[in-house]
């Protein structure tokens, strides 16, 4: 465009393109405007809206941590209680404790051939 064509515009039209480009996010009152036009017709909530997308994930990784911690918890539990019924039986049979049963089945009488691919006890 030329200053010529500038000319023709009248001092409302000058103001106006003046303005352009000074706003870059809306005006409060269009912002205003909007929302209430969005919540008269139940397409926006009625205020903090915008964070429930966020509420509802961090309680569902709440959730999750609460299964998983009980899951735990009772895998632990179920083990430890196993552990106990495996001591207890060994020492009852065995009459000497748990020592005693990896001592029996490590002695020569158990231990099959090793061509037959005898059994291995690996000592941490």
């Known amino acids: 465009m030329t200053e010529q064509s500038f000319d023709e515009w009248s001092s409302e039209e000058r103001e106006r393109l003046a303005e352009v480009g000074q706003h870059r996010s809306p005006r409060a009152e269009l ?4 929302t209430d036009a969005l919540r008269e017709r139940g ?6 809206s915008g964070r429930m997308p966020g509420r509802f994930f961090f309680a569902l990784a709440a959730a999750a941590v609460v299964v998983f911690t009980a899951g735990l ?9 196993h552990q106990t019924e495996i001591r207890r039986d060994s020492v009852t049979t065995a009459g000497g404790g748990p020592a005693r049963e990896v001592a029996r089945l490590d002695s020569p009488a158990t ?6 691919g005898g059994r291995h006890v690996i000592w941490f």
């Open 43 to 48: 397409l926006l909530g009625a205020g903090g």
């Open 31 to 34: 912002r205003d405007r909007t």
């Open 73 to 81: 918890l009772a895998g632990y539990g179920v083990g430890l209680r």
């Open 111 to 116: 231990q099959a051939p090793a061509s037959v």
